[in-house]
Nanobody, 126 residues
């Protein structure tokens, strides 16, 4: 059974940076698509970033220019670097993965992903 475990969340001040990591129970190359989503209290889950094998990365409008998703093969993790954090970035951040290939138009949809982590809390104070 695939397990994804996020780490790296915490409490930071506005303007600071965080690096979230998602560790997988099997090699990350087994997955065609990776993504980070987030969900704030009372809000719908939204895409933060997606990464596709031999394909483009995509970012949510609210984080463009401030976020970078990447594979770390040596660590068998997928990371999300978030810079210039804002209070509105406060949310639970989830790592998600999918083994099968899908069309790029679907990679920002939460229902496209088969495997999810338990989430890590990011809180940004003003």
């Amino acid at each position: 059974q695939v397990q994804l475990v996020e780490s790296g969340g915490g409490l930071v001040q506005a303007g600071e940076s965080l690096r979230l990591s998602c560790a997988a129970s099997e090699t990350i190359s087994n997955f065609w698509h990776w993504a980070w989503f987030r969900q704030a209290p009372g809000k719908q889950r939204e895409v933060v970033a997606t990464l596709t094998n031999r394909g483009p990365t995509r970012y949510g409008d609210s984080v463009k220019g401030r976020a970078t998703i990447s594979r770390e093969p040596a660590e068998n993790t997928v990371s999300l670097q978030m810079n210039s954090l804002k209070p509105e970035d406060t949310a639970v951040y989830y790592c998600a993965a999918r083994k099968g290939r899908i069309v790029l138009s679907a990679v920002t949809e939460a229902q496209s992903y088969d495997y999810w982590g338990q989430g890590t809390q990011v809180t940004v104070s003003s």
